[in-house]
């Protein structure tokens, strides 16, 4: 008999996968600042892909200092309390992926994947990819359900569902 599937990584999967949007937090001269930014997950699975313009503050912040946050919530529903809501907190390192670098077509991909509108973008001069990789991580399945991750179980939880 198959072992049973660990609930934990079937909540931290469905959020990531099932989510479009997320909270990035960053340190801007040093104070933190929020922002809202669509990602995607790499082929791999171990990071989180973000395309950014470097008009926008996060992107300077991400060149700047690279430990970042990215909070992911399940849709607010009038039935559940927010502070109920699953969420995922997320804390890593951003860097960037430049076109030269060997995970730039797969991180491009699965970008556009997700967000096929977004082609044009990737014309743009200023618009770059950055991917974000996770350490650690605060899953939260609702009141009294709350777990911290390191790397190798956010890693084996997202590989368990490949």
């Known amino acids: 008999m198959p072992p049973m599937p660990d609930p934990r990584a079937e909540l931290l ?21 929020v922002s809202m930014v669509p990602f995607a997950l790499a082929p791999a699975r171990a990071s989180v892909v ?3 313009s470097r008009l926008a503050t996060h992107t300077r912040d991400m060149s700047a200092c690279p430990e970042v946050g990215l909070m992911v919530m399940a849709t607010p529903d009038a039935a559940t309390l927010p502070q109920a809501l699953p969420r995922i907190s997320l804390a890593g390192h951003a860097r960037p992926c430049a076109p030269e670098d060997a995970e730039y077509a797969a991180a491009r991909a699965a970008y556009l994947e997700r967000f096929p509108e977004s082609e044009p973008l990737f014309g743009f001069g ?6 974000v990789e996770p350490e650690s991580v605060r899953l939260v399945g609702g009141f009294a359900q709350a777990w911290s991750l390191v790397r190798a179980q956010y890693l084996q939880f997202m590989s368990d569902g490949a």
């Open 13 to 33: 999967r469905s959020l990531l996968h099932g989510q479009r949007l997320a909270a990035l937090g960053t340190l801007h001269g040093g104070r933190p600042a």
């Open 50 to 52: 973000l395309h950014v």
């Open 126 to 131: 200023d618009f770059s990819l950055f991917l």
